[in-house]
């Protein structure tokens, strides 16, 4: 039998140590580290339990669960937090996400605009059938599909404004959607990580 509450104070501690040793704390003040690693030790806690079918078993891994790489909370926190950094400086260049109405999308592009239209059909499913999985996997594909763009596309270096505007506007989108589908789950996603 495991505590939850000594579970949970080791998913916390874990997150921290793991979160230092990949320098994602650099720069923070003790108190952004206290919330960052009590936000990513209890997403990767629930994530990892939400993201199985309920009607199967599963093994609870506290270190897989931790891991900033693969079908893990903390790798759709980051994936989040990313996009955010992405959107605050932007701002901070004057950039916005509008003027892109007559930008015709590339094939990833609109592999992730027709991703991001699939969320509140999954949603419904997700509560017809009771599997909050459903909404875990869906974040997950979706943070997947981001990351190939993210690492195929500039954003901020485009040179195109069109272009950099659509691309803004559909890392703003991806973030809510993130942000919700999270939130549907009891997970909050860090601004900053």
């Known amino acids: 039998v495991v505590d939850a509450d000594d579970l949970m104070e080791e998913m916390v501690a874990t997150a921290r140590q793991v979160s230092a040793e990949l320098g994602k704390l650099d720069g923070c003040t003790p108190e952004e580290i206290d919330e960052i690693a009590e936000t990513v030790g209890m997403g990767a806690l629930k994530y990892f339990l939400l993201k199985v079918d309920p009607r199967k078993n599963m093994t609870f891994n506290p270190k897989e669960s931790i891991d900033f790489n693969g079908n893990t909370g903390p790798f759709i926190q980051y994936t989040y937090a990313r996009i955010r950094s992405v959107l605050r400086k932007a701002a901070e260049a004057g950039y916005t996400a509008t003027g892109y109405d007559m930008v015709e999308p590339n094939e990833k592009e609109i592999s ?82």
């Not at 599909?145 to 270096?157: A, P, R």
């Not at 040179?159 to 959607?177: I, W």
Request: proline share 5%.
């Open 112 to 193: 992730l605009i027709q991703h991001l239209a699939d969320f509140p059909a999954t949603v419904a499913e997700a509560g017809r059938i009771y599997s909050p999985a459903l909404i875990a996997n869906y974040v997950y594909d979706l943070v997947k599909e981001y990351n190939q763009f993210y690492h195929d596309y500039t954003i901020l270096n485009e040179p195109d404004a069109a272009v950099r505007a659509l691309r803004l506007a559909l890392s703003q989108c991806v973030a809510g959607v993130v942000r919700s589908g999270m939130s549907l789950l009891g997970i909050e996603v860090p601004e900053r990580m």
